[in-house]
């Protein structure tokens, strides 16, 4: 059985249309290949660009905390709250830049790694805002701190002088209260009649020793116990009359330190009452008529003076 001739296939057109088909499929492929391709370079390009914007940022960034880190630097040592902070906020910020640093250094960046960048170098940037601003804050409270701590330096050590005078005044006024007084002072000339007996006389031919008698009055703030007295003898002329054979020697004055003879000196137990005192001083030399000094001295004080007159008469 034979088929005819129009229902048989035409070949040619049959590979003609799929030819087309192809080459339609073909094309297109190649548009989706380029336009895909394009839509990846065109976002690498964008990543690239958005990581050189961060690179940039991140260095003016790093660039400011080091600056601000070298102002703070200059005061640590002042203040222990000053470089506590510095060394707690040095080391988050620290943290931070290592995150930050680790992120720019991949090859391979996608934006999820562009995001955490961004949000880590605005996390940096504030915390170096309030790094300083804390920074600031302590620094003026700290020089007001250290004005305060100055006036009152100042007044202490005002006070402390003040107490210190005030001690040292009642020191002295101590050591004044403790100075015996003495009263009734008499000095005469006196002849040896032998036997403990002796008789007054002013001449200067006969007498052998001066006799000094006073009172030392009741200071019940004195020490009680053994206590001396010293007392100096000036000549007519105020030539001082000392022996240090004859009981002169060297005292210390309180009111200057210096060193002052004295012609003699008398030992005697004190209880804190009045007690009468006497004494003889035998001199060296012949005596010279005129008028006499004699100057009693406590403690390095002056407590009494006296004068007393010796004559040339035959009696």
Not at 25 to 48: F, K, P, Q
Not at 122 to 136: A, N, T
Not at 162 to 171: A, D, P, S
């Amino acid at each position: 059985m034979s088929i005819p001739n129009s229902e048989l296939p035409t070949p040619k057109r049959s590979n003609k249309a799929i030819y087309i088909v192809f080459i339609v499929l073909l094309i297109g492929a190649n548009i989706y290949l380029y336009l895909n391709n394009r839509s990846t370079n065109n976002s690498l390009e964008t990543v690239s660009g958005e990581k050189e914007k961060l690179d940039s940022t991140y260095k003016q960034l790093n660039h400011d905390y080091q600056k601000a880190l070298a102002e703070i630097e200059q005061y640590k040592g002042e203040n222990a709250q000053l470089d506590s902070l510095v060394r707690v906020k040095s080391f988050a910020l620290d943290q931070r830049k290592k995150e930050i640093q680790q992120i720019l250094m991949k090859t391979n960046m996608d934006k999820n790694d562009l995001a955490r960048a961004r949000q880590l170098i605005e996390e940096l940037k504030h915390e170096k805002d309030r790094m300083v601003f804390q920074f600031d804050s302590l620094k003026t409270a700290y020089k007001i701190l250290s004005a305060k701590f100055d006036t009152v330096s100042t007044h202490l050590n005002t006070t402390q002088r003040k107490v210190e005078n005030l001690q040292t005044e009642n020191q002295n006024l101590s050591l004044v209260a403790k100075v015996l007084h003495i009263t009734s002072v008499s000095v005469k000339g006196a002849k040896d009649k032998g036997k403990g007996q002796e008789k007054e006389t002013n001449s200067v031919r006969h007498l052998d020793f001066l006799r000094i008698a006073f009172m030392v009055e009741k200071n019940t703030i004195a020490s009680s116990g053994s206590n001396r007295i010293y007392y100096r003898i000036a000549t007519p002329q105020n030539k001082l009359l000392y022996n240090a054979n004859k009981g002169g020697g060297v005292m210390t004055s309180k009111e200057d330190g210096s060193e002052i003879r004295y012609t003699g000196k008398i030992e005697f137990d004190y209880n804190n009452q009045r007690t009468a005192i006497s004494t003889k001083w035998i001199p060296d030399t012949k005596l010279e008529k005129g008028d006499y000094q004699i100057e009693f001295y406590n403690e390095g004080t002056s407590i009494g003076v006296a004068k007393f007159t010796l004559n040339n008469s035959l009696f």
